[in-house]
């Protein structure tokens, strides 16, 4: 029989964002709430003038979340449920499956990027570069959390593994870096701690581009230089490293 | 007919040094139902999954219909599907679209998964419950949902690692009947440790203990290879009859079991009604001939093998 490669990367998507939005819409809710929280908390506390950073923080935020489910979501599968060890032994690529499930966490945050991307058009008055820059540096930081979140997933061998990588990955991505405020913010000796995540170079190069942060052109280089690598030994990592078939 | 051959299968796990598998030899032409038994951990999920190109071996060959799956896991993908043991239905999703989902991974068009899925669920008596999400499903229909997934599937060889574990007798019943209309058409791969569901359903049984594969034939190929294909059982423990050529076990005060050959079975018959006592004669069960090979039969009288 012929193939198609579309209906396997069609099958993820179903299976983790469209079937499971539709049985349980309550979960639909839940993801488009889930960012405004700390953007409200961000706008309140800076009495407003925070808001452009908060809202690019909260696009960029919403990327690394999908790599963040993307681990949970795969590890969840492939132990609770055996789904990966079923899939192995078929005709699907890991290359598919994966990148299927990728796919699906994007669907999954689409009303979310909507919503913040309308928020950003009214509130944010930026040039189309500046627009570009930003979808870049939200592609990049998916293509690094969603690698870093199958590389975890595969070398997690239960739900209990997988809550704690979790966390910790939660940390460096999503806690310590400066997402919904400018770096400079953080007093000097913590600072270095946020430049061990690369979400803060994220962060940085988008926050440079509407205009919040002042970076040096060398400062620019230097940031999407670390982006990019870092994002690319993670891919490289998670590709690399990761087991379909175990040894 | 697919054949199956194994040589010199060994599978240790690292981290434990666990050997779960220790020189595994097999020539088979298989077809129909081919069941593992085994007690747990005798390393029947490791030889399925193994042989399903989940996991590689440690050393040896598995050539799976003419596959080395070994090397050559993706020529043999097309061709198999798997159950594996403790799997479950995505919660979130309805049966029909569990089968839906995992037809379209393996590459069917939407149209035609919809089309295999909905027969699937037919063919298992579960149409009714397509649209239900699994908490709502009895675990036996939990079950045959799984089964479906693969049965709709255009794989030829199916492996299903413990399929009826846990099922209540109706259930189970059912389910040997799907199984054995679907093996009509393809290859069924099973473990189970139901010694008697493995001889109701299988055309060749493989007995693995302890990660030694014992034997492998059909049960009567089985009951000849231990050399006693009958099993006569005498209701009077104290009944004397001398020079028995067989294997005797004092099953309990009453009961005495004799395990022999066939002309030796006659032989003791014919003794047995001349003194009117109450007895049968069978052919040697699979559990009994299990528990010979593993050797856990206590020869609590004697065994007697005289020329
Ligand atoms: N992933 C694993 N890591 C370490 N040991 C394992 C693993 N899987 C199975 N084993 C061990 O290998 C042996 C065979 O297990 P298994 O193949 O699951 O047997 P069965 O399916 O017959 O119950 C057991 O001793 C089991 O504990
Ligand atoms: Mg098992």
Redesign the interface.
């Known amino acids: 029989?012929?193939?198609?490669?579309l209906?396997?990367l069609?099958?993820?998507v179903?299976?983790n964002a469209i079937?499971?939005m539709q049985?349980?819409p309550v979960m639909l809710i839940n993801t488009i709430l889930a960012p405004f929280g700390f953007l409200l908390i961000i706008f309140f506390v800076s009495h407003g003038t925070l808001l452009n950073v908060a809202i690019i923080g909260a696009l960029i935020m919403t990327m690394v979340t999908s790599g963040t489910s993307l681990q949970g979501d795969l590890t969840h599968?492939k132990n609770?449920?055996?789904?990966q060890?079923?899939?192995?032994?078929?005709?699907?690529?890991p290359i598919i499956?994966i990148a299927g499930m990728a796919l699906s966490e994007i669907v999954f945050s689409i009303p979310n990027i909507v919503v913040l991307g309308l928020l950003a058009v009214v509130f944010i008055h930026m040039s189309y570069v500046s627009a570009a820059i930003i979808a870049a540096v939200m592609l990049l930081t998916f293509a690094f959390s969603v690698s870093l979140g199958f590389f975890i997933s595969t070398i997690s061998r239960d739900i209990i593994e997988g809550w704690a990588f979790m966390g910790l990955i939660s940390m460096l991505l999503a806690t310590l870096p400066p997402v919904y405020y400018p770096i400079t913010y953080i007093p000097l000796p913590f600072r270095y701690l946020a430049y061990l995540s690369p979400t803060t170079y994220s962060a940085m190069i988008a926050q440079n581009s509407i205009g919040f942060l002042s970076l040096s052109s060398s400062g620019i280089y230097l940031s999407w230089t670390i982006l990019l690598g870092i994002s690319f030994f993670i891919l490289f990592l998670g590709i690399k490293r990761s087991r379909w078939?175990?040894? | 007919m697919v054949r199956i051959i194994c040589k010199g299968l060994y599978k240790t796990y690292d981290k434990a040094g666990t050997k779960a598998l220790k020189n595994v030899n097999l020539d088979i032409d298989a077809k129909g139902i081919l069941t593992l038994i085994g007690r747990n951990g005798a390393g029947k999920t490791t030889f399925i999954r193994i042989l399903s190109t989940q996991l590689k071996p440690t050393r040896g060959k598995v050539i799976l219909d003419g596959v080395d799956v070994v090397s050559q896991p993706e020529k043999i993908r097309n061709k198999i599907a798997v159950i594996p043991q403790d799997s479950s239905l995505v919660p979130w999703m309805t049966a029909k679209q569990n089968i839906l989902v995992y037809l379209l991974w393996r590459g069917f068009k939407y149209k035609d998964a919809v089309k295999r899925a909905e027969s699937a669920l037919d063919t298992m008596g579960i149409r009714e419950y397509a649209d239900k999400l699994p908490r709502k499903l009895s675990g036996g229909t939990r079950r045959k949902v799984m089964v479906a997934t693969v049965l709709s599937s255009e794989a030829e060889i199916i492996f299903l690692d413990e399929p009826t574990t846990g099922l209540d007798p109706v259930s189970r019943r059912e389910l040997w009947n799907i199984l054995n209309k679907m093996k009509e058409d393809k290859l069924i791969i099973l473990t189970t440790h139901y010694l008697e569901e493995a001889e109701e359903l299988s055309d060749d049984i493989a007995v693995l203990d302890r990660g030694r594969l014992l034997r492998v034939g059909s049960i009567n190929q089985l009951r000849k290879s231990i050399g006693y294909p009958y099993a006569v059982r005498i209701f009077d423990g104290g009944l004397k009859i001398p020079g028995i050529r067989g294997k005797v076990i004092k099953k309990d005060k009453d009961t005495l079991q004799i395990f022999c050959t066939e002309k030796e079975a006659d032989r003791i018959a014919d003794r047995l009604i001349r003194s009117k006592a109450r007895f049968s004669i069978n052919p040697t069960s699979l559990e009994d001939i299990f528990y010979m090979l593993i050797g856990d039969i206590k020869e609590d009288i004697h065994e007697k093998e005289q020329a």
């Open positions: 029989m012929k193939r198609s490669r209906s396997q069609s099958a993820s179903l299976a079937y499971a049985n349980f599968l609770d449920m055996k789904l060890d079923m899939l192995v032994s078929s005709p699907v690529s499956y078939r175990e040894g």
